[in-house]
């Protein structure tokens, strides 16, 4: 009977403790909680701590911080035709438990809903822009856009979109090689152009830079000739004037010219009669001996 008793006290006791232990509840800082008994919400609980429900009660908790929600990547056609493959995320928040219980229930119906309205909203927005103004300074206030008209869209689910960012926007990968290869050729055809130029402007420098040495040169010629002809003219007049003062002396003072010229060195030879004039003065006795016998 003791032995009985006993463990029947056992159970009680364990019992009674399981009572209170499903009475107890935990809530953490980054957390707020439902009280749900049969099905319908009783109490917001948004204070961290212990607290306590009673034992049909059940506790549904959500998350209080930004939670991450990304868009798959969306090709957008922008105003001016373009197409564009845009990667976008938004950050959102539960601030009304109650309201999210009601309409979503858990996280992932959430972001499932969220994700089409982040598209569309993305489309519509983007949409309404240039290719140009989507890397400008207008971006930021394009995400702002996305930002409040998706607020509008969810404002009965009880959270809020705190921020919305385009991580990446550019042409599809054909665009961009096509788009590659127009700057390259354009690129090209402005190098061709420019070398085209260059060489013109080469030619022209050229052809002016040979005009003025062929100018220079004909003028060095022209100046070089007329001092020639006044030397000429001077010598053939100091010569002249030589000549008449001792035409004898003149005439042997070239003839030793024409010997120095002649014999200069020292192994010349020449073929002449020995009563040439050339050696008048090779003779003995003034003016030579062939110059004598002429006398």
């Known amino acids: 009977m003791n032995r009985t008793y006993t463990i029947a006290a056992a159970v009680a006791v364990l019992f009674v403790l399981g009572v209170l232990f499903s009475c107890v509840y935990t809530i953490y800082q980054t957390q707020q909680a439902i009280i749900v008994q049969f099905g319908q919400p009783k109490a917001i609980v948004r204070e961290p701590g212990l607290h306590f429900k009673l034992p049909w009660q059940q506790v549904s908790y959500f998350d209080r911080r930004l939670l991450n929600l990304d868009a798959k990547s969306e090709e957008v056609i922008a105003q001016d035709k373009k197409r564009i493959q845009v990667d976008a995320f938004a950050r959102w928040r539960i601030i009304d438990p109650l309201l999210f219980y009601q309409t979503q229930n858990t996280q992932d119906q959430a972001i499932a809903r969220l994700t089409p309205i982040l598209s569309s909203n993305i489309r519509r927005v983007l949409g309404s822009q240039n290719f140009a103004a989507m890397l400008s300074m207008r971006r930021s206030e394009l995400m702002h856009d996305i930002r409040d008209n998706m607020n509008q869209d969810v404002k ?42 260059g060489d013109e402007t080469a030619q022209r420098i050229r052809a002016r830079a040979d005009r003025e040495v062929t100018v220079v040169k004909a003028e060095a010629t022209r100046e070089s000739s007329i001092l020639r002809g006044e030397g000429d003219a001077e010598k053939t007049k100091t010569l002249g004037e030589a000549y008449s003062q001792d035409p004898d002396f003149f005439a042997f003072y ?24 050339f050696f008048r003065y090779f003779g003995n006795g003034p003016g030579g001996s062939a110059g004598a016998k002429r006398k």
């Open 254 to 277: 070239r003839s030793m010219q024409a010997y120095q010229d002649t014999f200069a060195d020292g192994n010349g030879s020449v073929v002449l009669s020995p009563s040439s004039d």
């Open 156 to 197: 009965g689910f009880g959270i809020v979109v705190a921020d919305v960012r385009i991580s990446k926007a550019d042409l599809p990968p054909e665009n961009s090689r096509a788009i590659y290869q127009r700057m390259q050729k354009e690129r090209q055809r402005e190098a061709a152009e420019y070398r085209a130029q």
